[in-house]
């Protein structure tokens, strides 16, 4: 039983019981349903429902998610609820998000604990809430918040809901006690029941200037610009007709294509860290790490841990260079400080007892994990190696932060191959939420296991990853800019290019991230890549000139833009070394349109994908899909290049490549294993529903 029914003297107590965090499926809604109508058949004088064990209802129920809906449906829920004759109590702990706060905005009274959180997230899935949230939380709110806690998604603490008005009464206690008291109280008062729907329209505001706004932050995301529509509704139309509207929107976003990317990007999150090859691994235990490098990358890896609970000591080369280390990490801990992440008593405590930082390497003797962030030179990374083999505990794991090199043959420095991995973190590391776990040749599973289990206590999405030239992510990154860096050279501008990708709902173009990066390191990586180029291989080299004139991006105000303070403008200096190259290498430029440079964008980045799994770097087609949208800013409501592939259809895209390779063979070779899924008819996440059972 989900719903357990009590009287309580002349109280109906209606208890939820689904764990873990009493999701609204098809039995819950039913066993509500039936003690709404009960507690009315027994005279109750009022209702009050609650959550056993963590929570309120903490949403709707994901294993629904693409089945036939069954009756009674959440809006059908939230309708007889309000309509109770009697008063009907929400007594809320825990998380109360999406169809929970709906169901909680159908009772009359809301009542909460100071640790309780609530919101309409909807918009994470690609829709709008459809149980009633865009036309009760209006009236009760207003408009421009009902807009921006609707469109935003995020979740708002007891206190803020108290001062908004969501919910009537903020007070510490068991949910159950706190729930029977305030029915009394409200019995007592001779308290009726209080419908929202009968409550007056919200006031009109400027709907279309909200709607820019919301279209703006979405970059190309449909369902919170729909949300701000069916909230204009409550101020329009009479409550049914507005609810009816709501369901109408609602289920149209049900069958875009941005609902199931962002559906697919909600389960690939949690299936990412399901391996079955961790299956009754017991990670190696962790207190403290160590950290070689204190620049910004050292720096960010170090408060991350700091923030998790870790002990760490920092290496650096000099005196110097280590209290330069601990003054960034205090900036960063400072930013956690203000933001509320920390209290001050934490903030000193981590600075002045967790962390030490020296300049020898002896001080890593004690320490379980230590994670290489230095120079990207194999040869420096393996004298860094071979330093920690001497003074590293028996069992400590020693780990490159690499974003590039061989991990196997960083391991072969070492008398211990097995306590080796790569856990490639991404810049700042205490902000940035991916962490590449890279597998070497003789990485022992506990190893593994170990990497992951850091990266979940840092709060990071942890994605396995085999070993090869940039892993999943760079390695990817590398295949696309050399397909945008063609483009430039056969007539399309960096500047049209970053305009495409950002309609298409990237944060930044793909010149402009460089910029923001740093042209030197990719500058660098060219260089090392040099030597081993295949002489068939298309390499532009406006980009190198361009760091040639001392031009690296934002750190030094020019590189692909020019910048000053926090606005840029397009290069001219950039442009007029592409016109040198095409005319040196006798190209004549031919105009590109959006939808082609698009197109071959997201081929050259699908086919390379495709590659990574096929040969089994990325085990599935969900962990590229998991590294392009939390380290490379893929939009999530595409849900990631191959999900992307998916829903363009894997014929299109093939026979796309096989045309673009009449121009350039060398560069468009057709994914093995794209050609395969097209010949069996099958897709990407076909493999993925296969990895899964």
Partial sequence: MTIHYELHDDIAVLAADNPPVNALGHAVRLGLQDGIT????????????????????????????????????LPDLCNLIEASTIPVIAAMHGTALGGGLEVALGCHYRVAVPTAKMGLPEVHLGLIPGAGGTQRLPRVIGSEQAIALI???????????????????????????????????????????????????????????????????????????????????????PFDQGLAEERRLFLELIETDQRQGMIHAFFSERQVRKLPELDGITPRNLASIGVIGGGTM???????????????????????????????????????????????????????????????????????????????????????????????????????????????????????????????????????????????????PDVVATGFALGKRLGKTSVRSGVCDGFIGNRMMFTYRSCADHMVLDGASPYQIDRVLEKF???????????????????????????????????????????????????????????????????????????????????TPRAFSDAEILRRYMAAMVNEAAKIVGEGIARRPLDVDMVSLMGYGFPRFHGGPLKWADMQGLPELLADIQSFAQEDAFFWQPAPLLVQLVAEGRTFDDLNKEAAQ
Avoid at 226 to 231: L, N, R, S
Avoid at 300 to 322: K, S
Avoid at 390 to 408: E, F
Avoid at 520 to 531: F, V, Y
């Fill in 38 to 73: 009960r507690a009315q058949a027994d005279g109750a004088k009022a209702v009050v429902i609650y959550g056993r064990g963590r929570t309120w209802f903490a949403g709707a129920d994901i294993r629904e998610f693409g089945k036939p809906l069954q009756e009674p449906s």
């Fill in 298 to 444: 050292g720096a960010g890896i170090a408060t991350a841990a700091l923030l998790a609970g870790l002990c760490v000591v920092l290496i650096e080369m000099t005196d110097a260079g280590a209290a330069a280390a601990k003054d960034r990490i205090a900036g960063n801990l400072s930013g956690a400080l203000k933001r509320g992440k920390i209290d001050q008593a934490k903030h000193d405590a981590i600075l002045n007892e967790a962390l030490r930082c020296a300049t020898d390497y002896e001080a890593l003797s004690q320490t379980d994990l230590i994670i290489e962030a230095v120079f990207e030179d194999m040869d420096i990374k393996k004298q860094v190696f071979a330093k920690l083999d001497q003074v590293a505990k028996p069992g400590a794991i020693l780990a490159s932060n690499t974003s590039y090199l061989d991990l196997d043959e960083i391991a072969a420095s070492t008398s211990r191959p097995a306590d080796v991995i790569g856990l490639h973190f991404f810049s700042p590391a205490h902000v940035m939420k991916l962490l590449e776990v890279v597998v070497g040749a003789q990485t022992a």
């Fill in 505 to 587: 709902g990237f944060a930044m173009g793909l010149f402009a991230v460089s910029d923001l990066a740093g042209l030197d390191i990719g500058w660098a990586n060219r260089k090392r890549l040099a030597p081993l180029r295949d002489p068939q291989e298309r390499v532009p080299t406006y980009a190198d000139k361009i760091c040639e004139k001392g031009d690296y991006g934002q750190k030094t105000g020019r590189g692909y833009y020019i910048y000053e303070g926090r606005s840029k403008v397009e290069n001219p200096d950039v442009m007029q070394l592409v016109e040198a190259e095409r005319t040196e290498l006798g190209i």
């Fill in 151 to 237: 469109t935003s998604g995020r979740p708002i603490d007891a206190a803020k809901a108290l001062e908004l008005g969501v919910i009537d009464k903020v007070e510490a206690g068991d949910p159950l006690e706190l729930g029977l008291d305030y029915a009394r109280n409200l019995i007592a008062q001779g308290a009726q029941t209080r419908p929202i729907s009968k409550m007056p329209a919200p006031k009109l505001i400027d709907f279309e200037g909200a709607k820019a706004g919301v279209a703006k932050k979405a970059r190309g995301q449909i369902s919170p610009v729909v949300a701000v529509d069916a909230v204009q509704n409550a101020s329009t139309l």
